[in-house]
């Protein structure tokens, strides 16, 4: 073409840049997590848990979208998320820090989870149908496999393309190729169950077959956010301003916008059919979250979630705009959390919204210490997996 | 040949995508207006190299989309509360949550026949006979040869000269085009 691109970046980010970060993530994180132990000991317990489960979910499920969408891009054989690939890959990396910060959730469980409760199930002809599934030990069998199933395959996927760094090898790029497909598979399946487990199950009596596929789009839309934000912040100039291109931006914008409209499409399909079939046993969930202050966050998440990211996003030229994609971005990550707040909270403040601070620094602890870990990646390893056989092409798409 | 037709102008070949690229940002760059890309399928970066500017196509499709919009509402609206207000498994006459699936595929309908019918309007589609029809060797350029051809029409267009300047570029197979 033209001029042919090359990769001119420095591999590495300047170390001044990472450190800044990296202390800035880390104080947040300490803060917020220091504030809500200390909520812990002063004896809300109650609302600590359910805080935690919020912020863990958000944060959860945004690792698993950049699992996915790590994997996504080898299945795809794609060429224009080569600059991209490696941001996902630090993003998923993390799962097995949320490993470690689902021990809360473990030890909250029979505060979070009714089913838990042996007496209850006794007397619920419901639960105990349920309970072959329901119960302590399956439960906790499965958040484990979750957990392994997504360290191994961020473990491979994130080893492989390090490695390729180091010695450029395309073989390496057939080898993440072969196992995507069945990765995608695992993430699929556990993403689903793992759904079901911590966040359905709060409300053991209601279920909705579509409440897999709508965490897998939250976690989709919150991880876009996120890596929007990130393309912003490694393009910069003296940074990869070379390798993550307009183009690129505009790309990480466009999945943006796209999975924002999948996730409305999801969430209004499982809003409709239990709408329209009217059956209490499955209207009780919306019941709820339609009265005593909950219907406004419920028009929040319709507003902010969909209708305003919907015609903010869907011009080229805002998404190629620094500062509308920052601010979009930025709102949808909230809007994220604001969508499991109002699926998990409800099961907790049954009469109505009751706002408290714990669920403020619960998400700033456990995001800021999340960020923190991801920073460290970018000092160890190369930001952009510049030795990846695709990424000078991908340099070349400017979705002109 | 006993008519005497006027020129249309000039048509060269190319030999691949990247050859048409640094063609036509070569010709742009000579201050050409008036001059047309041609291959087998899209290339990226081809709008900047021929200085194209954003099309108007997505406007059509919008202007499309709103109006499925408001038919798919109101007319349910209308049919439900005016014409045959009949109450159906206990649903209220109208409301938005049973409303939105028509009115979310009409707006998708509308705004597919926006794209479709809007490029073609765009684009003088359909177009029975194009000049270029005449030149025998065009006819591969639905399957792997690449042209670039430049208008008479155009202000700095001049025989000699832009066949040179083609020529230079790496064009093959010059030939003038008759109207």
Known sequence: MGHHKEFIDKPMLDAAVTGRAFKLAAVIGGVGLAATAAGLAMGEKEQFFFSWLVAFMVFTTISVGALFYTIIHHVARATYSAGLRRTAENVAANLPIMAVLFIPVILGMHT??????????????????????????????????????????????????????????????????????IGVLAVALSITFAGFDWAMSLDPHWFSTMFGVWTFAGSLVGFYAVQALMVLWLSKPGRYENTLTVGVRHDAGKLLFAFTIFWAYISFSQYYLIWYANIPEETAFFQHRLQGGWENVGRLVIIGHFLLPFWVLMSRHMKRNRTVLALGAGWMIVMHFVDLYYVIMPNFHTHGPHYHWMDLTALLGIGGLWLAFIIRRYQKAAGVAYRDPQLIASMEYDNA | MADRRRNWGLLAEFQNPARLLEAAQAVRERGYTKFETWSPFPIHGMDDAMGLKGSRLGWIVLAGGLTGLTTGLTLQWWAGTMAYPLVIGGKPLFAWEFALPVTFELSVLLSAFGAVFGMFALNRMPKPFHPLDRVKRFKKVTDDAFFLSIEAGDPKFDLEESRKLLESLGGTGIVVVEE
Do not use: C
């Open chain 1, 112 to 181: 979070l989870y009714h089913w838990t409760h042996a007496e209850a199930v006794a007397e619920d002809p419901i639960l105990q149908w349920k309970s072959g599934y329901l119960n302590d030990t399956f439960f906790l069998i499965r958040a484990a496999a979750y957990f392994a199933v997504w360290t191994a395959l961020i473990w491979f996927f994130r080893r492989t393309s390090v490695a390729q760094d180091a010695s450029g090898d395309v073989a390496l790029t057939f080898k993440m190729r072969k196992y995507a497909p």
